[in-house]
């Protein structure tokens, strides 16, 4: 009897866990950076005057410009939530360990009281 309170216990913290451990599957969070957009198409180099080439080179470097600073945003966005997520996984091995440490000072306490009440 004495173990059937301890494991409903020890389950109870077990069952916490791994439903902490195991969320369903949430949509991905908008990014706070720029869009990508898509690369400017260069002109055909057998008809494209020098204007037009001029002009695209200096399309392709703004668009390049953008799309490194968007790199860079969701880079720094990247470390970020990877950050986050370290923080988050200490958290919860400290509430895991903390749990399992109520669990075995709760079935050390059971056991006490058990082994006190068959010597009487």
Do not use: C, G, I, V
């Given at each position: 009897m004495k173990y059937v309170l301890a494991a409903a216990i020890f389950a109870m913290f077990v069952g916490s866990a791994v439903a902490q451990e195991t969320p369903p599957a949430a949509p991905v969070p908008p990014s706070s950076c720029a869009a990508f957009t898509p690369a400017p198409t260069?002109?055909?180099?057998s008809h494209a005057?020098?204007?037009?080439?001029?002009a695209a080179v200096a399309?392709?470097?703004?668009?390049?410009a953008t799309t490194q600073a968007t790199l860079d945003c969701r880079s720094a966005e990247r470390h970020s939530l990877s950050a986050q997520?370290?923080?988050r996984?200490?958290?919860l091995e400290a509430a895991n360990a903390a749990n399992q440490a109520a669990a075995d000072a709760f079935q050390a306490q059971l056991d006490a009281f058990h082994a006190r009440r068959n010597r009487h």
């Open positions: 260069a002109p055909d180099a005057t020098a204007e037009q080439m001029n399309s392709y470097q703004s668009w390049q997520f370290q923080a996984t200490a958290e």
